[in-house]
C-alpha cells in the first residue's frame, strides 16, 4: 500500500504535503490575512454544526452527482483558482486539472497560475473555468478573456475582493517569489526536498505564464513582479460585470460575495452565479466565515441564482453542512492544493476520493440517498444555532 492509499483524511495529505513542498509555498497554501482570524474561523465554524441521524432508511443505490451550472458533476464541487499552483508540484495546474476532469468536476485555472491557460487546454480534453482578475491594463485584459475563449473555457470566475492585497505575513517573511529567488535558505529546502526540486528542474513553467510573455513590461521576474504589483484595479465596480460578460460570451460566476446586499449586486449587475466567499481568509481579517453568512445569502438570493460557496472545506462532511445551509456546490482549493503537494495529480485525485467517501457515508447515515436532497432538515436548526452563539 502506498503512503497516499494509507492517507484517510486531508490532515493526512496536509501533513504528507507540509514534508515535501517548500516551506514558503506550501506556507502560502496555508496561511490567512494578519492573525489568521478569519482562515482558522472558516474551519471552526463547521464544527459548531451538527447532523440528524436518522435510521432504518433503505440506502440502496446512493447517488452523489449534481450538476454545476446546468453540466453534470460526479459531485457537487468544483476545484477553487488558486495562485502559483504550479510552485506547490511542477506543472501543478495541469495535474490538478487532469485530475478534476478524471473525477467529472470543473477545474478553475488562476489567473495567478504557473501553467497558463494554453497549457492547461493543451492537457485536457474538456472546458474548464478560468478565474479573471481585473488589472488596470484594460487590453491585456481583453487579450486574456479572448484566450479564454479560445480554449474554450465554459466559464469566467470573476474575483472581486482583491483591489488591494491583504497581508499575509507569512509570505512576507518567507521572501515568496515564483520563482524562487536563490537563497541560501532556498538552497537548503532544495536539499531537503529533492523530489520537489528535481520536478522542478524538469519544466520550463516557473513563472505566472498567463502574464509572462503578453505584457511588454513583463519580461523578466523583477519587472513581473513590479508590473504585477501596481496592476490591481481600484476602479473595479459591479458595472464592469457587463463589459466582462460580453466580451466572454458566456457564465459570469462571480466570487468574492461575504453580503446579501453584494449578491443582489451581483446578479442585478449580470452575474450568472455567485460563490460566497472571504478569498480563503486571505482579503479582510476579522471578516466572518463564508459558512456563517451563507443561509443570510442563500435566503436571499437562492432562488434568483446558484450559490456556491468556499473557504474551510476539508472534508466531505463539510461540503454536506455547506448543501444544507443552500449552497448549490463548493469550490475546494486547500483540499487541492495538499492533495498536490502529497502526490502530484495522484494526490490529488486521492483527495477528491476522500471528500466523496467522507460524503457517501454521511450522508447514508443521516438517512438520505440523493445528494440533491440534503437541506436545512439534515442539520439541527439555525435557530438552535443562533441560540447557541453560532
Known amino acids: 500500500m502506498s503512503a497516499l492509499d494509507r492517507a484517510l483524511t486531508v490532515d493526512d495529505l496536509k501533513k504528507m504535503a507540509r514534508r515535501r513542498v517548500p516551506k514558503q509555498f506550501f506556507d502560502y497554501i496555508d496561511s490567512g490575512a494578519y492573525t489568521e482570524g478569519t482562515y482558522k474561523a472558516n474551519e471552526e465554524d463547521f464544527k459548531k454544526i451538527t447532523f440528524r441521524q436518522r435510521v432504518a432508511v ?20 468544483a476545484i477553487a483558482p488558486v495562485g502559483s499552483t504550479g510552485m506547490t508540484d511542477a506543472d501543478g495546474e495541469i495535474k490538478a486539472a487532469k485530475a478534476a476532469e478524471k473525477f467529472g468536476i470543473p477545474f478553475t485555472l488562476s489567473t495567478m497560475g504557473i501553467c497558463s491557460i494554453e497549457d492547461v487546454a493543451e492537457n485536457t480534453t474538456k472546458p474548464f473555468w478560468f478565474q479573471l482578475y481585473v488589472m488596470k491594463d484594460r487590453p491585456f485584459i481583453e487579450r486574456l478573456i479572448d484566450r479564454a475563449k479560445a480554449a474554450n473555457c465554459s466559464a469566467l470566475v ?32 532544495m536539499v531537503a526536498k529533492p523530489g520537489w526540486a528535481m520536478r522542478m528542474l524538469g519544466t520550463q513553467r516557473r513563472t505566472f505564464r498567463n502574464i509572462a510573455g503578453h505584457v511588454s513590461q513583463a519580461t523578466n521576474l523583477g519587472t513581473l513582479s513590479t508590473w504585477t504589483a501596481t496592476q490591481f484595479d481600484l476602479t473595479l465596480n459591479w458595472k464592469d460585470i457587463a463589459w466582462i460578460k460580453k466580451r466572454f460570451g458566456g457564465p459570469v460566476i462571480v466570487k468574492g460575495i461575504l453580503d446579501a446586499e453584494d449578491a ?99 450522508m447514508a447515515l443521516m438517512g438520505e440517498r440523493d445528494i440533491r436532497n440534503i437541506g436545512p432538515h439534515n442539520i439541527y436548526s439555525n435557530d438552535l444555532l443562533r441560540r447557541q452563539g453560532y
Not at 327 to 334: D, E, F, H, P
Open 264 to 362: 443582489q449586486l451581483a446578479i442585478d449587475n449580470g452575474a450568472d452565479a455567485i460563490v460566497v466567499s472571504n478569498h480563503g481568509g486571505r482579503q479582510l481579517d476579522g471578516a466572518p466565515s463564508t459558512i456563517r453568512v451563507l443561509p443570510e445569502i442563500v435566503d436571499a438570493v437562492g432562488h434568483k441564482t446558484e450559490v456556491l460557496m468556499d473557504g474551510g472545506i476539508r472534508s466531505g462532511q463539510d461540503l454536506l453542512k455547506a448543501l444544507a445551509l443552500g449552497a448549490k456546490g463548493a469550490l475546494i482549493g486547500r483540499i487541492m492544493a495538499f492533495g498536490l503537494g502529497a502526490g502530484g495529480e495522484a494526490g490529488v485525485t486521492r483527495a477528491l476520493n476522500i471528500v466523496r467517501k467522507e460524503a457517501d457515508t454521511s
Open 58 to 77: 433503505n440506502l440502496e443505490d446512493r447517488n452523489l452527482s449534481s450538476t454545476l451550472l446546468g453540466q453534470p458533476v460526479s459531485l457537487p464541487v
Open 158 to 189: 470573476l474575483t472581486m475582493d482583491l483591489q488591494i492585497l491583504g497581508q499575509r505575513h507569512k509570505d512576507i517573511r518567507n521572501g515568496l517569489t515564483a520563482p524562487p529567488k536563490i537563497t541560501p535558505q532556498f538552497v537548503a529546502e
